[in-house]
């Protein structure tokens, strides 16, 4: 009986060894075997599957929006160099079409009309007078051939006949003066198409001096939009690019690039363009409007845009080389066009490079690439 006391004091001895040297293993730093076993296993862990695209040649379809304001395409003015005159009708109004050389107003040419009339009669009188002088002359000279005349009267006549002619002359021009201005005192459409304003009233006094023409007219009633774009659009923009017009009304009109403005605005670095509109009564010059391109460039280098990856640097792309490691390349970016945008310098087409995910990846990273559809592939050999 006192022997078994003994064995089993013994065994729970030992049994509480082996439970404290259990309890002070688990403070023990792991054999070397098992350190290099866990840094394999954080460096699987590090090689992260990233989804990858590719650096293509596209057809970049770009919507370019500006504002402009309705302008007339060509404008004609109308006025008077007559002064002096009472107006005394006018026959159109603002909003009225006209046709070319259509009368749009009349001065009253009452004044002139007798001073024409006594013009004609001293012109008449300065016929006769240069008729008499003119005959006097040729008797001279047939009288001077026969000795009978001196050479100095005959010259007197040729000076008198000479004379005469030249106030006749005079009064011709005055007369053709006057009838000039009598045609002018009715005021008539240079060009047709619809008036714009109209600034004349009857019983007005005419005056060449007058700041603001009598009538505008838009040549045609062609109305355009003058577009202002920032300098990078211009050039997606060329004579004949449909465009899409719309008024403030919410109406909705197409009309084509008519001609971009060879120049920009130094302090602002606006362009313009016009934009043709068809003929429309419901436009109205210095109303706004906006209008849409739509500009297509074709083969263009881009990429996704969730790649670039943007730092004080300037933009880059994460580049995926064949052996599946990731190197930073800086880039230099063009025109967006949905989610792609335009490289202007980078990579060239066919290149790999991280789609999403760049701004998480360091320089020199390996990656377990895999694009769209595809399963992740697996680490090149040794790039660990």
Not at 21 to 38: I, M, N, T, V, Y
Not at 71 to 90: D, F, I, K, Q
Not at 198 to 215: H, K, L, M, V, W
Request: glycine content about 8%; some cysteine; proline content about 4%.
């Amino acid at each position: 009986m006192h022997k078994r006391t003994k064995i089993a004091s013994a065994a729970i001895i030992t049994g509480a060894g082996v439970l404290w040297l259990g309890l002070a293993a688990c403070g023990q730093k792991p054999a070397p075997a098992e350190e290099a076993d866990a840094s394999a296993t954080v460096a699987q862990g590090e090689t992260q599957a990233m989804r990858v695209t590719r650096i293509e040649n596209r057809d970049m379809a770009d919507e370019v929006v500006a504002t402009g304001r309705l302008v007339v395409r060509e404008e004609a003015a109308v006025g008077t160099e007559l002064s002096g005159y009472r107006v005394a009708s006018v026959y159109v109004d603002e909003g009225d079409w006209v046709k070319q050389g259509q009368p749009m107003a009349k001065l009253d040419d009452t004044l002139l009309q007798a001073q024409i009339a006594q013009a004609e009669a001293t012109l008449a009188t300065q016929k006769a007078n240069w008729d008499f002088k003119k005959n006097q002359f040729e008797r001279a000279s047939m009288l001077e051939k026969e000795g009978a005349f001196s050479k100095e009267l005959l010259e007197q006549r040729r000076a008198e006949s000479a004379g005469a002619e030249a106030s006749w002359m005079a009064a011709q021009a005055s007369v053709n003066e006057m009838k000039v201005r009598q045609s002018r005192m009715t005021l008539r459409a240079p060009v047709a198409g619809s008036v714009l304003q109209r600034t004349i009233r009857p019983g007005d006094i005419s005056s060449p001096a007058t700041a603001a023409p009598y009538f505008r007219i838009a040549r045609d009633g062609l109305i355009e939009v003058d577009a202002e774009l920032p300098d990078a659009k211009l050039g997606l923009i060329k004579d004949g690019t449909g465009a899409s017009v719309t008024l403030t009304t919410g109406e909705t009109l197409q009309g084509k690039v008519r001609f971009v403005s060879p120049r920009v605005d130094a302090n602002t670095s606006l362009g313009r363009a016009r934009i043709a509109l068809p003929y429309n009564k419901a436009l109205r010059p210095g109303s706004f409007a906006q209008t849409r391109f739509n500009s297509a460039v074709n083969g263009v280098v881009s990429v996704l845009a969730s790649a670039v990856r943007y730092q004080s640097g300037g933009p880059s792309l994460m580049l995926v080389g064949d052996d599946n490691r990731v190197k930073q390349v800086s880039v230099k970016l063009g025109e967006r066009a949905g989610d792609y945008v335009q490289l202007v310098d980078g990579p060239p087409a066919g290149s790999r490079v991280l789609a999403v995910g760049a701004s998480f990846s360091l320089d020199g990273d390996v990656i377990k690439p895999f694009e769209d559809g595809a399963a992740p592939a697996a680490a090149a050999p040794g790039a660990q």
